[in-house]
């Protein structure tokens, strides 16, 4: 069974500049969730949603971030403009169900410079 | 405060020690507890999942939830190299919206 898939895997931007993430969950899994890990700290949840409807996205940083799941398969998260402190992994994790084991792709690391 | 803290080491132990992780929370709502294991430019794996109170075991790992304490711990037993990582701690009160801990780096030497 193939995993989350997540690009790109690295990013590197100035500040003010846009960018987009890219995630392709595991087939059938109806929940997708975005995460913010920023060094040193666990992942922040930033959007759920089921299938292409928004559960929660009550931590996503409305003026700047946004994300969609056009079709209830593939998300893109994007963010604009960037700053400094948006530097962190962005981590797409999804699952059968929303109670069920949240898999995790392996991350798009971000640099704000 | 934070709801979950636990402590981010790094813990250096050798090859063939026991291993204690542990966090503590706030939120007297959680219910579910988890572990996970990231290596290092992976995204997190789930270890262990429990349930309200008690111990569970599976092979090397054992988790424990002592609710009254607000207290998780991880016990990794017969450590290896393969286990270095870092552990991270995570708690939900429904089942669904995780909160995680900063993470403990773990480092077991040869």
């Known amino acids: 069974e193939a995993g989350v898939a997540q690009s790109p895997r690295y990013k590197i931007i100035e500040k003010r500049q846009s960018v987009a993430f890219w995630c392709n969950p595991i087939?059938?899994?109806?929940?997708l969730y975005w995460y913010q890990q920023i060094l040193g700290q666990g992942p922040k949840l930033l959007i759920q949603?089921?299938?292409?409807?928004?559960?929660?996205d009550s931590q996503l940083p409305k003026d700047r971030f946004s994300a969609e799941r056009l079709k209830g398969v593939d998300s893109t998260l994007k963010i604009q403009p960037a700053k400094l402190e948006d530097s962190a992994v962005y981590l797409c994790?999804?699952?059968?169900?929303?109670?069920?084991?949240?898999?995790f792709g392996p991350g798009t690391r971000l640099t704000v410079l | 405060q934070k709801e979950v803290e636990q402590d981010p080491g790094p813990l250096s132990v050798p090859e063939g020690a026991i291993v204690s992780l542990n966090c503590t929370y706030s939120?007297?709502?959680?219910?579910?507890f988890m572990w996970y294991r990231q290596y290092s430019r992976k995204g997190p794996e789930l270890l262990m999942y429990?349930?309200?109170?008690g111990n569970k075991e599976d092979g090397r790992f054992t988790a424990q939830v002592d609710k009254s304490s607000k207290y998780i711990s991880l016990f990794i037993r017969d450590s290896q190299p393969s286990d270095s990582a870092t552990y991270l701690c995570?708690?939900?009160?429904?089942?669904?919206?995780?909160?995680f801990g900063a993470g403990t780096i773990l480092r077991v030497k040869s």
């Open positions: 995570a708690m939900s009160a429904n089942g669904n919206k995780l909160v």
């Open positions: 994790a999804s699952s059968y169900l929303p109670f069920n084991e949240q898999f």
């Open positions: 429990t349930y309200s109170s």
């Open positions: 949603f089921q299938n292409n409807g928004v559960v929660d």
């Open positions: 939120n007297s709502a959680f219910q579910y």
């Open positions: 087939s059938g899994h109806a929940t």
